[in-house]
């Protein structure tokens, strides 16, 4: 399948698990009626607020990958499910920020724990350290589809080019970057980062975001579908919804053809030399 529909769900997360997944669930059905084969939710989307660890889940047997699935199979799409607080039995109190895509038969395609957590100092004075609550991952995951390659990452993750070039390199076509951006940094980078890692990789980059006021900082929003040659083609509006594109791998060969990114690499020499 060389043209599908794709949806990114902006959300406004909160601290009733029930209430965000029932709110997901509708934005789900209104995208696959809506045409999406694939659909991609935000970062932590069926819980922000204190108590993550006690709102970790497995994956895939806890509950909200099991309602997941059942939607991805009703409605025969492929699911980017956003991410999860994911349980880890080596120190259960920091569990996994954890993003997983289902294929249409309900099934684990992958899933990827995020690497780089949140640990910064802002201009304005707000520090947040993600590695005090969640553990990072260790591994990079993407996935062979119908739809092409797709490559996995979360919010801060953005701001590492170097792992999707590798994703690229190893024949990702597509990224889907599920986050929850402050608005302080938002403002600044959201967009600038999302198009960079379109432009540079010459790849199709869902970027579905939080928004609203959370227990740490208030979310951007502004959640975008960005093609190969940096064009925003949807962009949220203001309020939690859903945003749809045509994603057309035929254009990704045609980027790759003219601007030649990737094939013009110099790894011969990309190492520095001691002076």
């Not at 579905?208 to 951007?220: D, E, S, V």
């Not at 939690?240 to 053809?257: C, M």
Request: a negative charge; charged letters at 25%; hydrophobic letters at 40%.
């Amino acid at each position: 399948m060389t043209k599908f529909i794709a949806a990114a769900i902006q959300m406004d997360s909160q601290d009733d698990k029930s209430a965000n997944l029932a709110v997901a669930e509708g934005y789900i059905r209104e995208a696959a009626a809506r045409g999406a084969r694939l659909v991609v939710l935000p970062e932590t989307m069926n819980y922000i607020g204190r108590d993550i660890a006690g709102e970790a889940e497995p994956i895939p047997l806890g509950p909200t990958f099991q309602k997941m699935a059942g939607l991805a199979r009703e409605l025969d799409i492929w699911l980017e499910a956003g991410s999860i607080y994911e349980s880890n039995p080596e120190d259960p109190s920091r569990p996994f920020n954890t993003t997983f895509l289902i294929r249409p038969d309900g099934t684990l395609a992958a899933k990827y724990a995020k690497l780089h957590p949140f640990d910064v100092v802002l201009p304005n004075g707000v520090t947040s350290r993600e590695s005090d609550r969640v553990c990072p991952g260790n591994a990079l995951a993407s996935a062979d589809t119908e739809l092409g390659k797709l490559g996995l990452a979360i919010c801060y993750d953005v701001r590492f080019g170097e792992i999707f070039r590798l994703m690229a390199l190893d024949g990702a076509k597509i990224f889907a970057v599920p986050a929850n951006f402050t608005v302080n940094t938002g403002k600044d980078h959201w967009e600038t980062l999302v198009r960079a890692r379109a432009i540079e990789n010459e790849c199709y980059v869902i970027a579905p975001n939080q928004m609203g006021k959370k227990p740490r900082f208030t979310a951007y929003g502004n959640s975008l579908i960005v093609d190969p040659w940096g064009t925003v083609i949807a962009r949220a509006s203001e309020k939690p919804g859903v945003i749809t594109a045509e994603i057309d791998l035929e254009y990704v060969t045609k980027v790759r053809q003219s601007t030649f990114t990737l094939d013009n690499r110099r790894p011969d020499v990309y190492r520095l030399e001691k002076r």
